[in-house]
């Protein structure tokens, strides 16, 4: 079974631009979580998407959007960047089985940077 | 405020060596997941405990989860160079995961 998938893999913007990137969960998990890394934050909760409804919401700002399609696939988007943006931004996948507490596998990541 | 502490937050050690990284919460959770991500790379999953009390072996790793499903910790025996990494902990709440500071382990060949 393939895993988790991100595009692109790496990604360079300047300040104010938008920009959108992708995460293909693992076949049959139907929840998608977005996360941002960064060194001195460590691992920040984004969003989480499950059957096309965000169910749950990091404190982020506006800018910070996500969808996710019929397919379970998902967009992050975020928009008017800033150079604090720069981070790597990890996709997780789960089953969400009912009851909580799944599993999640991650994708390789994006890494984002800002100019 | 970070739901999930792990210490130390840096560890090197040399080839040979034991070592222990502790997971701890004030909090309850429904189970506890340990990660491992090497640079520029996503976490990959290492083990997942669920009853208070479990232990976990994989190889040369021995994963415990506290009794009150609170804690956790990772002891590695005889740490090899391929040990080193960024080392995760992360809980689950109902369909929630929070996730540790990190460990981050060098291990010196």
């Known amino acids: 079974k393939a895993g988790v998938t991100q595009t692109p893999r790496y990604l360079i913007k300047t300040r104010g631009q938008q920009v959108t990137l992708s995460c293909s969960p693992i076949s049959g998990h139907r929840s998608v979580s977005w996360y941002q890394q960064t060194p001195g934050q460590g691992l920040q909760f984004l969003f989480e998407?499950?059957?096309?409804?965000?169910?749950n919401k990091g404190n982020f700002p506006g800018r910070f959007s996500g969808r996710q399609f019929s397919n379970s696939r998902s967009e992050m988007n975020v928009s008017t960047l800033e150079l604090g943006d720069s981070a790597l931004y990890l996709c997780a996948s789960s089953l969400a089985l009912a009851g909580g507490g799944n599993e999640q596998f991650f994708g390789p990541g994006t890494r984002l940077t800002v100019l | 405020t970070q739901l999930l502490e792990q210490s130390p937050q840096f560890l090197s050690i040399q080839e040979g060596e034991n070592l222990t990284v502790y997971c701890n919460s004030s909090?309850?959770?429904?189970?506890l997941q340990w990660y491992r991500q090497e640079p520029g790379e996503g976490p990959v999953l290492l083990v997942t405990?669920?009853?208070?009390?479990e232990v976990k072996k994989l190889k040369r790793l021995t994963f415990q989860f506290g009794d009150a499903r609170k804690d956790s910790s990772l002891h590695i025996t005889a740490a090899q160079p391929g040990d080193t990494g960024l080392y995760l902990c992360a809980g689950a709440r109902g369909n929630q995961f929070y996730f540790g500071t990190g460990t981050s382990l060098t291990v010196i060949p």
């Open positions: 405990v669920v009853t208070g009390g």
């Open positions: 909090s309850v959770f429904s189970s």
């Open positions: 998407y499950f059957s096309e409804t965000q169910r």
